[in-house]
């Protein structure tokens, strides 16, 4: 069993609206391959664009919502939507959950009930910026680096009582710490080793232990740039990162988030869904099946409230 904390199909099916769902080529990930893999549940994230104009920006994060309940969940009747623990532990053998995440909390704006009403549709994970600021934090790559903000404030209570994760990737420095303060359920859903890449958007040893003295979730993933620093990498880069997080301390912390369809580049060996179950049967070349287990599936669903 796979769960994968992170892909942007929903975003390519909006910004490609001829291509589906089920078969097409160009996507990483799609029905056709899903069903042949062991991938048994795909966090799918909303992630609206910044060309979008800002009173445009809800409205294109509602209409990634709809192609997530139109093509995903329609897609094939063992399609399920999940958004606990108790949900993917019910998912029969022959069933695969789907479970709705946002990259970036900019389509709200300072509005708490737009955030809401995106929870009550079923988000379960929040990545509380992506590169740039909003309303609520700094992301990685505003050079202002501020953490949150009072409205940010406010938000990471919404996601204590409503049980929803909070993602620490593409944050700010400052944020991550004021995250790992306030935070009930904190995760980094695509990120990797800053000591093994110095990619700003990965995570120092720091940050990762403190990660790891929670046993929050960190998902490594496949974007060569964070794995090697430059358009080349090979599943042994993708290896040396899951080392590295478990050497730290991380063995009941770390996890897959791929970023499929979310970036140009691919890993040589991982370049598209259809290679997630070799790269599986390598993994356990290197490391024992009980790491791989909880590597796979059981460190994630260990971070989902119940
Ligand atoms: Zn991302």
Redesign the pocket.
């Known amino acids: 069993m796979i769960i994968d904390a992170h892909c942007d199909v929903l975003y390519q099916l909006w910004k490609n609206p001829e291509w589906s769902f089920e078969h097409s080529p160009e996507l990483r990930i799609n029905l056709e391959r899903w069903l042949e893999n062991d991938v048994k549940v795909q966090c799918f994230a909303i992630f609206v664009p910044d060309d979008v104009p800002a009173d445009l920006q809800f409205h294109a994060a509602l209409q990634m919502v709809d192609i997530f309940y139109d093509q995903v969940l329609k897609s094939h009747p063992n399609v399920k939507m999940v958004r606990s623990r108790q949900d993917i532990e019910l998912l029969k053998e022959n069933e695969k959950g789907a479970m709705l995440t946002l ?1 970036g909390c900019h389509p709200i704006g300072h509005d708490i009930i737009k955030l809401k009403t995106l929870i009550h549709l079923g988000v379960k994970a929040v990545g509380l910026t ?1 590169n740039n600021s909003n309303g609520v934090c700094d992301g990685i790559g505003e050079e202002r680096g501020a953490g949150l903000s009072q409205f940010g404030r406010e938000v990471i209570e919404l996601f204590n009582t409503y049980e929803i994760l909070t993602d620490v ?2 944050l700010s420095y400052q944020g991550f710490w004021d995250v790992m303060e306030t935070a009930k359920y904190p995760i980094a859903s ?1 990120s990797n080793s800053y000591k093994l890449c110095s990619h700003k958007r990965n995570l120092d040893d720091k940050q990762l232990k403190a990660l790891i003295s929670k046993q929050a979730f960190v998902g490594v993933t496949f974007v060569p740039e964070f794995l090697t620093g430059h358009k080349n990498a090979d599943t042994k880069d993708v290896m040396n990162h899951i080392e590295k997080i478990y050497r730290l301390g991380g063995e009941n912390s770390v996890g897959l988030g791929s ?1 499929f369809d ?1 970036t140009a580049g691919f890993v040589k060996g991982l370049e598209n869904y259809s290679k997630y179950n070799a790269f599986v049967q390598e993994l356990k070349t290197r490391f024992s099946t009980e790491f791989v287990q909880k590597l796979t599936h059981q460190n994630f669903l260990n971070n989902l409230p119940t």
């Open positions: 990259e992506w990737s593409h695509h970023d979310g």
